[in-house]
């Protein structure tokens, strides 16, 4: 299983940004996904995932109401929808893929592929 994130940049405070994960090699209908990210100096966090299903999300306090996960099954790929970006936000981002499990996975130890990371830059 291979996967490639893509869609970061630089961008201003306020502005948006979509991160793309494309999966190969599997398909996401048969895993929990999560967007993590890491910033200089600091501990790698969970930002957003969902469950195998689709159904159940999961978002950090920080992210929440600015942040969606998604995902598009055809395409086998997911997606993270950024909005309104803060500074705070600014870290490499990465997507992960689990295997299937009824609800969504918080310890990134038990995320078993993970893509190459993008990085996510924004000014204020």
């Known amino acids: 299983v291979q996967l490639q994130a893509s869609g970061g940049g630089l961008v201003q405070a306020g502005g948006s940004l979509r991160l793309s994960c494309a999966v190969s090699g599997g398909t996401i209908r048969t895993y929990n996904m999560g967007w993590f990210r890491q910033a200089p100096g600091k501990e790698r966090e969970l930002v957003a995932a969902?469950?195998?299903?689709?159904?159940?999300?999961y978002y950090e306090d920080s992210v929440k109401g600015r942040f969606t996960i998604s995902r598009d099954t055809a395409l086998n790929t997911v997606y993270l929808q950024m909005k309104n970006l803060k500074p705070e936000d600014t870290a490499v981002y990465y997507c992960?893929?689990?295997?299937?499990?009824?609800?969504?996975?918080?310890?990134?130890?038990?995320?078993?592929?993970w893509g190459q990371g993008t990085q996510v830059t924004v000014s204020s």
């Open positions: 992960a893929s689990a295997q299937r499990y009824d609800g969504v996975i918080s310890d990134g130890d038990d995320y078993r592929y």
């Open positions: 969902l469950s195998w299903s689709g159904g159940i999300t």
